[in-house]
């Protein structure tokens, strides 16, 4: 079915590219074959063409998702590398989603859990996210750029382990094992390069009774003090009864500073 030869086309909203070596006809009949998660998509897309012809960015997305979806099968996953240990990461998520027991499966649900990170030489922006529970890697991390239906990296299992995918980078690997050792630091570097803050995005502004940006205030440490008590972590603004209570259910050793 496909063509001799490949073209690219141009999402003309954003730019993006794909290089498809079908026609549109070709394309446009694997598109319709299309099932799962994107059909809801898929169908809207079908109903659109009954009554006008395709956009540009409409036609775009039928030879994106029939190359998607028709592409030879890659292996899962890349053998697991033992090039470190990721154990913390996943501590960060499982204590976040314990935060709050009575919100445990609200935000289990939203999988609002991301943290955001950008490597320092190219600056190549991906995010650690929780699978959800639908997930044949439910309880993992995913590591993409975040973006819907983009580059997959790889993935962190509850153990710690890495099994990467082709479009990972060193960069990358060597930015998680550092966030894994110092995430303080990195979540400090993210903040004070972005102004915003890894974990939820957000603007870092300092709360209420800081004092300015004096050592120890969000907009210093990089991060806010809601995130910090979210995922383990130490700030200036934890009152010591809050630290107390994380050592006493999680333990000394898992805390973060």
């Known amino acids: 079915m496909p063509t001799l030869e490949m073209m690219t086309l141009t999402n003309p909203k954003n730019g993006q590219t794909v290089e498809t070596p079908y026609t549109d006809a070709q394309a446009f009949e694997l598109f319709s074959q299309i099932q799962g998660r994107d059909r809801s998509f ?45 154990t913390r990461l996943t501590r960060m ?80 690997t060597d930015l998680l094992l550092l966030f894994a050792q110092n995430p303080i630091e990195v979540a400090r570097q993210y903040g004070h390069k972005t102004g915003r803050c890894c974990f939820c995005g957000r603007k870092v502004k300092d709360e209420a009774g800081d004092a300015g940006t004096q050592k120890g205030s969000s907009v210093e440490q990089g991060f ?13 603004n934890l009152r010591p009864l809050e630290k107390e209570e994380y050592w006493a259910r999680e333990g000394r050793e898992a805390w973060m500073e």
């Open 42 to 86: 898929v169908q809207s897309i079908l109903d659109a063409s009954t009554r006008k012809p395709l956009s540009p960015g409409q036609l775009f997305w039928v030879h994106k998702l029939a190359v998607q979806h028709n592409k030879p099968a890659e292996p899962d996953d890349q053998a697991v590398q033992h090039i470190g240990d990721f």
């Open 93 to 172: 998520f499982h204590f976040a989603v314990h935060y709050r027991p009575e919100r445990e499966e609200q935000v289990r649900k939203a999988r609002k859990l991301r943290i955001l990170l950008e490597t320092p030489l190219t600056g190549t922006c991906f995010q650690l996210s929780l699978a959800g529970d639908n997930s044949k890697y439910a309880g993992q991390l995913m590591i993409s750029d975040g973006n819907y239906n983009g580059t997959w990296y790889g993935r962190i299992n509850k153990d710690g382990n890495l099994f990467p995918r082709p479009a990972i980078t060193q960069e990358i």
């Open 224 to 236: 806010g003090l809601v995130c910090a008590r979210r995922y383990g972590m130490y700030h200036t």
